[in-house]
């Protein structure tokens, strides 16, 4: 992987980052939307930066998501039930970013905070993991 590459890798992973922390805010201010707004992009952040490290990529989320279930959930390199968050937070944050006088509250959404992070988390393993030489 080129030098550029590699530090769009850096660069996406720590907007992972970045943007789970703007999901703790959101939560903070009790605006439950935009919470999950940023939980999902901070999946889709580390998500982008484990398909370019292994020279994959998409201009659509929903061509991400697919690469992402063929290339590491399908072949159990990815946790299916830890994808789940991933794939259940596109649909939601659709639902909260499109759908009209739909709301999501709080009961619902801080259980994705942390199922979010472990997401991330997982990801950002892997990628140093793969930095490494240790990657599956």
């Keep these: 992987m080129s030098a ?60 991400l998501r697919s690469l992402f279930n063929q290339r590491f959930v399908a072949t159990g390199r990815f946790p299916k039930e830890l994808a789940r968050v991933y794939n259940d937070l596109f649909e939601r944050r659709q639902q909260g970013d499109y759908i009209d006088l739909f709301r999501f509250d709080e009961s619902r959404v801080r259980p994705w905070i942390p199922r979010a992070t472990e997401f991330v988390r997982r990801i950002a393993t892997m990628l140093d993991e793969s930095a490494t030489g240790d990657a599956i």
């Design 4 to 63: 550029p590459e590699e530090d769009l890798v850096r660069y996406r992973l720590e907007r992972a980052w970045e943007t789970l922390e703007e999901a703790g805010i959101m939560a903070e201010s009790n605006r439950w939307n935009t919470c999950v707004n940023r939980l999902y992009f901070a999946c889709f952040y580390a998500v982008s930066a484990l398909l370019l490290r292994h020279g994959l990529s998409s201009s659509k989320h929903g061509g």
